[in-house]
């Protein structure tokens, strides 16, 4: 008798009584809904004392903030990894949780924004919102203005609404939001045909490291990437008797609203609908796959590009070319720069490793439920065959110093396959009799046997596993992504610290540019002055200049580098000789003793503009000091 | 037939209440963003899908997801084309679009829904979602929603009171004619007392000043400037600390 042959017909006596409900269509009750919105709404309350007890400076908001995020998922996701749920549950308790998650981030700064990406792209809302077109440069993200469908979204919402533009973004990704979690869940629902699957996937993804907070803020993937997934289901349901050419026009409508938000996104789709075509054509499948969207995005990415977007091509290509030397560059010994390990707390480095390795190591497992169950839709197998990209990000993560910036921003596509195929695994772990277990003559193989001594578990082990994982993953996604640990919570001043270096002196000195110097002057700043000069001030930020800080004095090469990168104006708070900057640098990676700082930068060297003869002292606010560099740059 | 097309109708009126209210540029600042938000993220969404798609076709989640995600189509894609008119993005080229397209997808849908085979056509797959929640249940999400709101009013609050250092702006810009801009803004807590000095080489342009400012409160002179000089420089005081410059700023000739 095969190993565990006892245990797994016992299984299967218990599965098809709880198999009828699982997969049920048929709503069966609300079930268990109406306690898990209680529940994930103390959870957020606990994530806003959490907020507010940060602000104040209590040391135990970290703890309170982890409790209540765990209180909004873990209870959600283990009903959901459970078998005897009705569809509108799942889908109800998916949208509760997106919803949740959003507000988790929304409301760590529900009036004004913070984040550097959101700072980078309002700029060019403000711009769009000024001059009443689009396409208005912005020197903060020259990429920014090309890709304008996110701006102009929240341009028209100020402009109806009389909202903020801040607000007006904050409901835009609102309405994103919503899509984006309904997209994932419906369009794993189609291809599995099975709401479990499809739930448990959906909350799956939004483990991945970008989905609470990046995915959230004012940056056109927040836009894009729902549009997209919206795209791919109404690509599924195009190869269905509901087909109609209503269907049709909302997608090439789509098409173009993807291409037009966000380049890297519009690229992905187009990657995975040729994936689909060439798996269908390479099997011989039936089904139909749209190659009208194919052709279509094809043809508008590629006008796009050439007419309206040729910066792209700058903008993308450096980066990706920096990522895969640096994964060369790993295997050469005579390589300057090394992966440097996260800065986390050991605690939270073991989380983001942990779901790193919950993930690839769950995909083998998932891959071979795939192969064993014999999916009938293509999409299924596109879906694996994407997932392998996982190993490639973390190879790039792991491997690359350049390529983890890349690697990041791949998160979000990468995971919506992967993930998928975790939920398969998980999905198959409890029906063994679907997968047919690898034979005794397998078993030598660590994965067969594995895979048997998994399958062969009691369900109740099988679920609390299925829910530490989850859970693993979730955390390990918040402690890999956005924001830092030391930013993860909002509060007082820190030096070069992201969101928390934000703060109301900042902002104002921003402010006074605009108002009393003009727009887009040339003016020298440090990491957290480039957001704010950029976009409060609308100035033209410069933070190519570290030198020129560092030097104990204005020499001849601090004059030819204020010369050569033409600074009107330059920006000193001496906050920063407060403290080492906890992003690593305070200015730029070739900054002197970058990422390195074993001592903040001395206080007298930001002084010394005072003594040059040449200088202007404009400003000063305690903190900030502006200088007018004019006379020694020699720019008018 | 009234209850066929009721929701178009309303989704009519709607576009057309907030287009009124657009171009006649009422000052109500509530029904302005609820008008605002319905024109742009809800309303052409759905006219688009109920014109576009048969009710049969689609369950409440699809048709969720169509309703806000053609609603963001058309707007990246409306923007393009306002861009492209000769009106550009105003507030009222906005509001005329999307009444615009809510009207063609209302049209579009009233012809559809009135058509007498459509009358006659099962709806096979819809599965109507019944809201048939207990009595504990609705106390239960009831208080889910008040937890919710109580939620993002303390954020809202805290946010706005949020603790930062005070501080205190002061400024010189040098303008045309030997002029220059001498301000001073109070980001304080507190109303502050300040006195202020502008000298140029030693010389005292203006007597000092004594200042009392209240929090978020500005002020500002002109002084003119000498034909020559080496150094202007403008020092603040706080009242209670007379003998330590607290901001200064210069102007070198």
């Known amino acids: 008798m095969q190993i565990g042959e006892k245990k797994l017909l016992k299984a299967e006596r218990f599965l098809p009584k709880v198999q009828r409900r699982a997969d049920t269509l048929e709503a069966v009750g609300w079930g268990l809904m109406p306690l898990l919105s209680l529940t994930s709404a103390v959870g957020l309350l606990l994530v806003v004392l959490a907020y507010s007890f940060s602000r104040g400076g209590s040391a135990q908001s970290t703890i309170v903030y982890w409790l209540g995020m765990l209180t909004i998922f873990v209870p959600i996701a283990a009903r959901l990894i459970m078998v005897d749920v009705s569809r509108k549950e799942r889908i109800t308790l998916v949208v509760f949780l997106g919803m949740m998650l959003f507000l988790a981030k929304a409301l760590y700064s529900p009036s004004q924004l913070r984040f550097h990406d959101e700072l980078q792209q309002m700029r060019s809302a403000v711009e769009i919102m000024d001059a009443g077109r689009l396409f208005q440069p912005n020197p903060m993200l020259p990429v920014s203005p090309s890709y304008p469908g996110l701006q102009n979204m929240a341009v028209g919402l100020a402009q109806l609404s009389g909202l903020s533009l801040f607000h007006s973004s904050v409901m835009v990704n609102v309405a994103a939001r919503l899509v984006v979690v309904l997209a994932t869940y419906l369009f794993y629902e189609f291809i599995?045909?099975?709401?479990?699957?499809?739930?448990?996937?959906?909350?799956?993804?939004?483990?991945?490291?970008?989905?609470?907070?990046?995915?959230?803020?004012?940056?056109?993937?927040?836009?894009?990437?729902?549009?997209?997934?919206?795209?791919?289901?109404?690509?599924?349901?195009?190869?269905?008797?509901?087909?109609?050419?209503?269907?049709?026009?909302?997608?090439?409508?789509?098409?173009?609203?993807?291409?037009?938000?966000?380049?890297?996104?519009?690229?992905?789709?187009?990657?995975?609908?040729?994936?689909?075509?060439?798996?269908?054509m390479t099997l011989r499948r039936k089904e139909r796959v749209p190659l009208w969207m194919i052709v279509a995005l094809a043809g508008m990415i590629v006008v796009w590009v050439i007419y309206f977007a040729p910066i792209t091509i700058d903008y993308l290509a450096p980066q990706i070319t920096r990522a895969l030397e640096g994964l060369t560059g790993f295997f050469n010994p005579s390589a300057t720069e090394r992966v440097r390990p996260p800065g986390n707390p050991l605690i939270e480095q073991l989380f983001t490793y942990g779901a790193a390795l919950v993930l690839a190591a769950s995909l083998p497992f998932g891959l071979w439920v795939i192969w064993k169950r014999q999916y009938n839709h293509t999409a299924v197998l596109v879906m694996a065959v994407a997932s392998l990209a996982y190993y490639g990000t973390l190879a790039l993560r792991l491997l690359s110093a350049q390529g983890v910036e890349v690697a990041g921003r791949s998160m979000p596509f990468v995971y919506f396959a992967a993930v998928f195929v975790m939920a398969i695994f998980i999905d198959g772990v409890w029906k063994p009799q679907d997968v047919s277990l690898p034979t005794r003559r397998n078993l030598k193989w660590l994965f067969a046997w594995l895979l048997n001594r998994i399958m062969n578990l009691p369900l109740e082990v099988k679920f609390l596993g299925a829910v530490a994982l989850a859970t693993i993953m979730f955390v390990g996604g918040i402690t890999a992504g956005w924001p830092p640990h030391y930013a993860r919570l909002p509060g007082p001043y820190l030096v070069t610290a992201y969101e928390r270096s934000i703060d109301p002196q900042g902002v104002e000195a921003a402010r006074w540019t605009d108002e009393a110097l003009g727009r887009n002057n040339r003016i020298a700043v440090d990491f957290t002055h480039y957001a704010l000069m950029g976009m409060y001030g609308r100035q033209y930020p410069v933070f190519g200049v570290p030198r020129v800080y560092f030097s104990p004095r204005i020499g001849p090469r601090e004059e030819q580098d204020l010369r050569l990168a033409a600074i009107r104006y330059l920006v000193v708070d001496n906050r920063l000789s407060t403290g080492l900057p906890l992003r690593g640098t305070y200015f730029v990676p070739w900054e002197p003793d970058a990422n390195n700082h074993t001592i903040p930068i001395d206080a007298a060297a930001l002084a010394k503009f005072d003594d040059v003869p040449e200088i202007d002292r404009l400003f000063d606010s305690g903190d900030i000091v502006i200088y007018d560099v004019r006379a020694l740059s020699r720019v008018q | 037939m009234s209850n066929k097309v009721f929701d178009l109708l309303l989704v009519a009126l709607a576009a057309i209440v907030a287009l009124i209210f657009n171009l006649s540029g009422v000052e109500n600042v509530v029904l302005r963003a609820v008008l605002g938000i319905l024109l742009l993220l809800f309303l052409p969404g759905y006219a688009l899908t109920a014109g576009l798609f048969h009710s049969r076709d689609i369950d409440l989640p699809t048709r969720i997801i169509l309703i806000f995600g053609t609603s963001l189509i058309v707007g990246v894609v409306g923007g393009l084309a306002l861009h492209a008119s000769p009106w550009g993005l105003q507030t009222q080229s906005w509001a005329a679009f999307l009444t615009a397209v809510v009207m063609v997808g209302v049209g579009v849908a009233l012809f559809r829904r009135l058509r007498p085979a459509q009358e006659m056509s099962p709806a096979p797959d819809a599965r109507r979602v019944q809201f048939d929640f207990t009595l504990s249940q609705f106390a239960m999400m009831g208080t889910a929603l008040v937890l919710t709101l109580a939620a993002i009013l303390i954020a809202f609050n805290n946010d706005l009171n949020q603790q930062y250092s005070g501080f205190t702006q002061l400024w010189i810009v040098p303008g045309e004619a030997g002029i220059a801009e001498v301000g001073l803004a109070s980001g304080e807590h507190t109303p502050m007392h300040y006195r202020l000095t502008i000298e140029a080489d030693g010389e005292l342009l203006i007597e000092d000043t004594e200042l009392t400012l209240q929090p978020d409160e500005r002020w500002q002179t002109e002084i003119t400037l000498p034909q020559r000089y080496t150094l202007v420089e403008a020092t603040l005081y706080l009242a209670d600390r007379p003998d330590e410059a607290y901001r200064h700023v210069t102007l070198k000739g």
Do not use: C
């Open chain 1, 192 to 280: 599995s045909q099975s709401p479990r699957v499809a739930s448990v996937a959906a909350i799956l993804y939004m483990t991945n490291p970008h989905f609470i907070f990046f995915s959230a803020m004012f940056a056109y993937q927040s836009l894009a990437l729902p549009l997209a997934l919206l795209l791919l289901y109404l690509a599924l349901r195009e190869d269905t008797k509901r087909s109609t050419p209503g269907l049709q026009i909302v997608a090439a409508l789509g098409l173009l609203a993807v291409t037009v938000t966000h380049h890297v996104t519009s690229y992905m789709l187009l990657l995975f609908l040729v994936l689909w075509y060439v798996l269908r």
